[in-house]
């Protein structure tokens, strides 16, 4: 074997044991990613719908996950009314020349959240303070707030005002994009199945 062919054997090694650990992390989390589901179910259930946000890279997962809901790729399962709010450019950036970036998620949560909403933000270090404020809006008005951290930031996943953290645990941002991705592909699959329960989420509601 040449040395350039051990080479790329030993740093594909290495590739995957940092995702090794941060992948059986997620799995011990089971309890807690099933409980983000239910509670997001139920207010699917109830008629609200999904906001998610991130910045840059975490922008683009937010929008991948707002279309999951709305457009399925699995025919025969449910739509769900979901929308991204870091897709909007103009409004982003009009309200951080008003208000400052840090107000940009949340000014719109506050112009589109009703109280069975879930708010999802995206914080792959954990400290992003414009995620955050979303969030703290959402729960003062009501709503079900989720994040998805990563790294080692305790800004987003210390805060009170989330009611459920889903964190990627590594510092490696490719890997906390990967668990990620495979997070939110987790809630989109659990909330479904928890919604195709009859009864278990309370009396049908027809809105």
């Known amino acids: 074997m040449s040395v ?23 799995a011990a989390d089971a309890d807690k ?9 139920a207010c699917f259930h109830r008629g609200g719908k999904l906001i998610t946000f991130g ?9 991948h996950i707002a279309v999951e809901f ?21 409004s982003i950036t009009e309200v951080a ?25 995206i914080s792959p270090d954990g400290q992003c303070a414009d995620v955050l404020r979303g969030l703290e809006v959402a729960d003062e008005l009501g709503l079900l707030t989720v994040a998805l951290t990563g790294g080692y930031g305790e800004a987003v996943p210390e805060s009170p005002a989330v ?3 889903l964190t990627a645990r590594s510092g490696d941002p490719s890997v906390v994009k990967e ?29």
Not at 182 to 199: D, S
Request: net charge negative; proline share 5%; glycine share 8%.
């Open 70 to 90: 709305m457009h399925p790729v699995i025919i025969g399962k449910r739509a769900l009314p979901a929308m991204a709010i870091s897709n909007d450019p103009a």
């Open 33 to 41: 990613v099933a409980l983000a589901c239910r509670d997001m179910a």
């Open 179 to 207: 668990i990620h991705v495979t997070t939110y592909h987790l809630l989109w699959e659990l909330v479904h199945v928890f919604l195709e329960q009859p009864g278990l989420l309370g009396p049908e509601v027809i809105r």
């Open 55 to 63: 910045n840059g890279q975490a922008g683009t997962d937010a929008a």
């Open 163 to 165: 009611a459920h953290v």
């Open 97 to 121: 020349a008003r208000e400052g970036y840090d107000e940009v998620f949340a000014h719109q949560v506050a112009q589109w959240a009703a109280p069975d909403d879930v708010a999802l933000g």
């Open 4 to 26: 350039a062919m051990e080479d790329m054997e030993s740093a594909a090694t290495e590739a995957f044991a940092r995702r090794e650990g941060a992948g059986k992390a997620l």
